[in-house]
């Protein structure tokens, strides 16, 4: 990340350029430009957001938590989101565009050796964030390196965990994250106060302390109230 793609996303004006026509909500490819530099980003307006039963409206918010909290335990793992209140449609999160190679998701980068270590880090904040909707689909490829993407459907103060990233089950957790993991427990940040609500805040704090009491990636539960997986996989 340079500190000229926080200025664009942050400051640029931005034009659509299409519709993701396989996203259940608005999402929008846009062109946002600052000072003659230009930088393709993911805008999802709260407006085109389909009302949930278990979540509250917003969703883009979450996205924008997803992001802090992954930089708040150093994963680097979601490309840059930041929200933007004069967007065409309203408030929404801008995500700066990920060049994937469209021919990968998680179910074909898994097997290999070079990328277990980013999937056991994913796989660590699933959990912390309670992701209820890590697809296969949501695993990016871009050049040697992965992103995870899509991420409305986190924090839920209920438990909620559903991800096809299960195959690290019982894997150790490498020791920089916990600590970073046990930072999050005792002084979350600033930026996911104002994001979360305070029981949501609490109840990632609960399934920090039990990840920091194991040490380890858990097992899928199959007899929670939820199912373990999304649907679709991909």
Known sequence: MTRSEVEILSKGSIEVQARFSNSSNSTLLVNVSFEG????????????????????????????????????????????????????????????????????????????PEHHATLRAIAAF??????????????????????????????????????????????????????????????PPIELIELLSPREIAAMGDRADALLSTGVLPFPDEDGPYPPYPWPLV
């Open 37 to 112: 530099e230009d930088l393709l980003a993911v805008y999802k307006p709260e407006e085109g957001e389909r009302p949930l039963w278990d979540f509250p409206g917003g969703l883009w918010r979450r996205e924008i938590a997803a992001y802090q909290l992954s930089e708040f335990l150093g994963l680097d793992l979601i490309p840059l989101t930041l929200p933007r209140d004069d967007a065409p449609f309203g408030p929404g999160s801008l995500q700066r565009y990920v060049n994937e190679d469209t021919e990968h998701h998680y179910f074909t980068i898994r097997d290999d």
């Open 126 to 187: 699933d959990v912390v964030a309670n992701n209820s909707d890590r697809k296969s689909g949501h695993v990016l490829l871009e050049g040697h390196r992965l992103w995870g993407i899509d991420h409305g459907l986190c924090f839920h103060e209920e438990e909620k965990l559903r991800t096809v990233v299960w195959d690290f089950s019982g894997d150790s957790i490498e020791p920089g994250l916990l600590e970073r993991i046990k930072m999050l427990k005792d002084s």
